[in-house]
């Protein structure tokens, strides 16, 4: 059965930065695209980044120059750097391996002004 378990939140002030990771159990990992989304209170669940296979990536505008996105196939786990934190990055972010619609079970980030 394949898991997914995010870890790194935590609280920062604005400026910040935090490292999230994303733990997966199974090999599918080595061939399978994780996705970052996070969700804020009372909005939407959003895509926030993605790595692919050969190291391909993707970046929702409003994060763009400020996140990095990586995987380490060797560890089985994806990592999401978030440096410039503001105020409007604090949601619940998640994980997920989107051919398979799977999730983790998101990780809280707050950043405080």
């Known amino acids: 059965q394949v898991q997914l378990v995010e870890s790194g939140g935590g609280s920062v002030q604005a400026g910040g930065s935090l490292r999230l990771a994303c733990q997966v159990s199974?090999?599918?990992?080595?061939?399978?695209?994780v996705g970052w989304y996070r969700q804020a209170p009372g909005q939407q669940r959003e895509f926030v980044a993605r790595?692919?296979?050969?190291?391909?990536?993707d970046y929702a505008d409003s994060v763009k120059g400020r996140f990095t996105v990586s995987r380490d196939d060797a560890r089985n786990t994806a990592y999401l750097q978030m440096n410039s934190l503001k105020p409007e990055d604090t949601a619940i972010y998640y994980c997920?391996?989107?051919?398979?619609?799977?999730w983790g079970r998101g990780t809280q980030v707050t950043v405080s002004s």
């Open positions: 997920s391996l989107e051919a398979m619609g799977l």
């Open positions: 199974g090999s599918i990992f080595r061939i399978a695209a």
């Open positions: 790595t692919s296979m050969g190291d391909s990536t």
